[in-house]
């Protein structure tokens, strides 16, 4: 127990004095799987519209197809996007392996299922008079669907916020990609496993802290949008 106690306190010893590698691993995690969300939702939430708005054929088996992605493995998606970008890979002359760009590239195709599956929920499940509404209200085109992706907004925040607490926490794509390089590619997740594997607890402690406090924002963010979905 001793042991526990002293590494807390020397965790928060790195945390107050600004320790340079805690604080590198944060900051690959944060560009890492910022830009990795904002793409993914450039690419998903239209994605997710169109999936939930719209009837065409083979929509169902789309459907169906990125629900079942939601629970994609990490290290699997490790390991296929690792194959494309190896130097053997059809995209290995963009040198993305053990870079932070790599780390991305998984990141996002880890969200996109996530944020194309629950945006599609969020239209599915709005009101079928708020279309309606909208049109009397002289709302038609472009606008139209604008304004019904309004409506849906906090069930697309909840999907943003959910996909963004997933790349965050993930490990084995992470390590994979970017081969836990430090000062590089060495996030949070990554550096905890391998400093506690080295013995080095308060690191993996003080690392734990920043990770616990950035998973209470994002759930208190979703539990918000949660709230707000129900009383719209």
């Keep these: 127990m001793e042991y526990i106690l002293s590494g807390i306190a020397e965790a928060f010893v790195l945390l107050l004095k600004g320790d340079e590698e805690v604080y590198s691993a944060v900051s690959a ?5 910022t830009a990795a969300i904002i793409i993914s939702l450039v690419i998903g939430l239209p994605l997710g519209f169109l999936l939930g708005y719209f009837d065409f054929p083979g929509r169902r088996f789309f459907r169906s197809v990125f629900d079942a992605l939601l629970a994609l493995p990490t290290v699997l998606v490790g390991l296929w996007v690792y194959a494309f970008i190896s130097n053997r890979g059809p995209l290995g002359g963009m040198n993305l392996l053990f870079t932070l760009k790599g780390v991305i590239v998984g990141e996002v195709v880890l969200a996109l299922p996530i944020v194309i599956a629950l945006s599609a929920q969020s239209i599915e499940e709005l009101d079928l008079s708020v279309r309606d509404t ?39 794509a992470a390590t994979m990609l970017g081969g836990n390089i430090k000062w590089r590619t060495r996030t949070i997740t990554t550096a905890m496993a391998f400093e506690t594997n080295k013995g080095q607890f308060a690191m993996g402690i003080a690392l734990g802290m920043i990770l616990l406090l950035i998973a209470f924002i994002v759930n208190s963010t979703l539990s918000y949008a949660k709230r707000r979905r129900q009383t719209r």
């Design 134 to 172: 909208l049109l009397t209200l002289g709302s038609s085109g472009k606008r139209l669907l604008f304004d019904i992706m309004w409506e849906a907004r906090y069930g697309m925040l909840m999907a943003a916020i959910t996909a963004y607490g997933r790349v965050i926490s993930e490990v084995g």
């Design 29 to 33: 995690t944060l560009r890492a799987s």
